[in-house]
C-alpha cells in the first residue's frame, strides 16, 4: 500500500513539513470515514489539483449531540486506507480521541446565525462542534486547500465563514453532492436502511426536486414552495419530515421571498435513520 | 525610518511571504496600542529571537463591554511607530475595524472555565472577544512565536489554552511584567491617573505583596491571604477593590488551599480607572 496511515498530530506535521518547505500544495479532505463515493469524489477532487493529499479519518465526539448517534456511525478504517490508496491520496490521518483532546478543550468555535435553522435547529451543538474540530485539523494540517461536499450544505457555508471570519489562510473548495442512480444522495448513513427504507428514501430528492420545479415555474412564496415539496412526501409511519426550507446560500437563513438563486434544504427520518439532502434553486427573472 | 506600516491583511501577507519561504523566524507582538515600556520589553525580547518581527496595533473593539471604555482607550500611532523603529521591528501592522471586521462575525471563540472569574466575572464577554481577535492574527500574521505580558495573567493563561485546544502552530512567550520605581505595574492606563490617584495605585502592589509575603510565610488558606492582601488598602472613596483572588495558573481557578505555587491576581479602581496586577507566589513545602 502506498498510502500512509499516520495517527499522532507531531508524526503528520513531521510529514508535511518537507511538503510545505518546497512549496507543495497541500490539499485536505476531513472526514469520519466510512467513505463512499461522495467522500471518492473530493479525494479525486484533492489529488487533481494538489501536490500531496490528506485525507483525515476522525469520528469527532463534540458533533454528536446524543451518544446513540456517535455509538451507531458506522466504522470501516481497512476500507478507507484501500479506498485513499487507490484514489492516489498520501497521508490518512487518523488521530485517536486522546490525541485530538487530550484534555476537554476551553476554547471552542461559537457558531452565531449560521447554525441556528434547519439541521441546528435539531442538533443542539453540532455545528460548534464540527466548526472546532476543523478548525483544529486547518490548524494541524495547514494545507491551502480544503474539499468539502455540498450535501452538507449548511456545514459548508459554516465552514467558508469560519475561513473568513478567522482569516485562516486556506481555500475552501465545495464539491456537488453524489447521488445514486434513484437520485438518493449519497451518505454513509444510507446503509442503515433496510430495502423498504431505502425506497423510501427517494422521497427526499422527489421533495426537493418538486420544489425546484416549483421555484423555476416562478413561485416566488416559500410556503407554495414547500406545499409542493411535502406533497411528494408518503403518508407511511416509518417517515418523519423534519425540515424543508428555501435559504439564502450564504446566511443560511429562511428566505421571505424568493427573488435570487436559493438552496432548499432538508431532513428526513426513514426509520431511525435522519437524511439530509439539498439542491440550488434559480428562480426566473422578475419581469 | 526603517520600520513598514502595513494596513492591510493582503499586504502584509505579501510583505511576510518572503520570509517565510526562506525559513526566516517570524515574532508577533500583538497590541492595542499606546505603547509603553511593557510592550517595549516584548518587542525587544521578539527582537532578540527572531528574524521578523511584526507589531500589530488594533483597537479591538470585541473585547471592549463597554463603549466608554473604548472610546477612551488611549491612541498614539506616531509614538507607536516611532518606538517600533527604534527596537528594530520590522512591520507594524494597523488595520482598520473594516479591514478586521468587514462583517459581523458569525464565528467567535467560546471561552468557558478559565475566563469566568477574575476580569471575567466583571468584564462579559471580553475574553472571548480577545480570544477571537487573537486566534485571527495568529491566522493573519502567520508567526512561530508570540509574546504576551505576564501583566495580563488571565489573557496568557487563555492564549496559551486556545493555542493547544486548537493546536495552533504557533510557541507562546509570556513576558515579565515591568513595574515603575514604586512597583506599579506599567498600563496604558495609567495616564489615566491624576497625580493623587497615581499615589493610590501604588495600593494593588503593595496588597498583592503583602499576599506574597502571607504565603511564603505558610498562610495556605485563601481567605487569610485575601484579609493580608486588603489590609493594605487604604480606606479611601477613590479606591475600590474590584477582586483580589489566589488561583491555579493554568485554570485561573481560586484554589481552596494553597498547596501549589499560585498567581494571586487583583483589579483595583482608582478614580475611573480599573488597574489590573498579579504576583507568581510559592508556598514552602508541607513539612
New interface residues.
Given amino acids: 500500500m502506498r498510502v500512509e496511515r499516520i495517527d499522532t ?1 507531531a508524526a503528520l ?1 513531521a510529514r508535511l513539513a518537507a511538503a510545505r ?1 518546497s ?1 507543495k500544495r497541500i490539499g485536505l479532505v476531513p472526514t469520519m470515514g466510512a467513505l463512499h463515493k461522495g467522500h471518492a469524489t473530493l479525494i479525486a477532487r484533492a489529488r487533481e489539483e494538489c501536490d500531496s493529499v490528506v485525507v483525515t479519518v476522525f469520528v469527532n465526539p463534540l458533533q454528536f449531540d446524543r451518544a446513540d448517534d456517535l455509538e451507531r456511525y458506522p466504522r470501516a478504517l481497512d476500507a478507507d486506507l484501500d479506498l485513499c490508496d487507490r484514489l492516489g491520496a498520501d497521508v490518512v490521518f487518523v488521530p485517536s480521541t486522546t490525541e485530538m483532546y487530550p484534555a476537554s ?10 447554525g441556528d435553522e434547519l439541521c441546528g435547529r435539531y442538533r443542539p451543538g453540532h455545528f ?1 462542534g464540527m ?2 474540530v476543523v ?2 485539523l486547518f ?2 494540517v ?1 494545507a491551502d486547500v480544503a474539499y468539502f461536499g455540498e450535501k452538507d450544505a449548511q456545514q459548508l457555508a ?1 465552514v467558508r ?2 475561513v473568513a ?5 486556506l481555500t475552501i473548495v465545495g464539491v456537488e453532492t453524489v447521488r445514486e442512480a434513484d437520485g438518493v444522495a449519497i451518505s454513509s448513513r444510507n446503509q442503515h436502511l433496510d430495502r423498504c427504507e431505502r425506497q423510501l428514501a427517494t422521497a427526499l430528492y422527489q421533495a426537493l426536486g418538486a420544489a425546484r420545479a416549483a421555484i423555476e415555474a416562478g413561485t416566488r412564496d416559500p410556503g407554495g414552495v414547500r406545499a409542493a415539496a411535502i406533497a411528494r412526501i408518503p403518508a407511511d409511519d416509518r417517515v418523519r419530515l423534519e425540515y424543508l426550507e428555501a435559504v439564502d446560500p450564504d446566511s443560511m437563513e429562511p428566505v421571505p421571498q424568493i427573488l435570487q438563486p436559493v438552496i432548499v434544504a432538508g431532513a428526513l427520518w426513514v426509520g431511525r435513520t435522519r437524511l439530509i439532502d439539498n439542491v440550488r434553486c434559480t428562480p426566473p427573472p422578475l419581469s
Fill in positions: 498530530i506535521r518547505g512549496g478543550p476551553r476554547c471552542t468555535i461559537q457558531v452565531t446565525g449560521l460548534a466548526a472546532t478548525m483544529k490548524q494541524i495547514q459554516i465563514r469560519l471570519d478567522f482569516n485562516v489562510p
